[in-house]
């Protein structure tokens, strides 16, 4: 009884918004400094870069604030250095830098 209990929680967890919010598929920098995250079924939403965004060891805490109606408020992503390759985990650290340099001003 207690394994099933267990096992129905798991898989609640697993489809929860704390694991994969939204579906996010692809994040990418727009040259007007806002952030575009592509979900799982093909929708754009235009977000802000928050400055409690940080960069801690091999993990990225990417804070954006929504601009669409439709996903307005906060959403919080945490990407592991490796589920990305390093290529992109490389150019992530460094656009992140520079945005927090020129955009944000800290």
């Given at each position: 009884?207690?394994?099933?209990?267990?096992?129905?929680?798991?898989?609640?967890?697993?489809?929860?918004?704390?694991?994969n919010?939204?579906?996010?598929?692809?994040?990418?920098?727009r040259?007007?400094?806002?952030?575009?995250?592509?979900?799982?079924?093909?929708e754009?939403?235009?977000?802000?870069?928050?400055?409690?965004?940080?960069?801690?060891?091999?993990?990225?805490?990417?804070?954006?604030?929504?601009l669409?109606?439709?996903?307005?408020?906060?959403?919080?992503?945490?990407?592991?250095?490796?589920?990305?390759?390093?290529?992109?985990?490389?150019?992530l650290?460094?656009?992140?830098?520079?945005y927090?340099?020129?955009?944000?001003?800290?």
């Open positions: 009884m207690l394994f099933a209990v267990l096992t129905v929680s798991f898989f609640q967890f697993l489809r929860s918004k704390v694991v919010y939204l579906g996010i598929k692809k994040i990418s920098c040259a007007d400094g806002f952030f575009e995250l592509l979900d799982g079924g093909g754009a939403h235009l977000c802000k870069l928050q400055a409690s965004t940080t960069i801690l060891g091999s993990f990225f805490f990417l804070h954006f604030a929504g669409t109606k439709r996903k307005a408020g906060k959403l919080h992503l945490v990407l592991a250095n490796d589920s990305l390759t390093v290529k992109a985990a490389r150019q650290r460094v656009t992140l830098n520079v927090k340099q020129e955009v944000l001003g800290s």
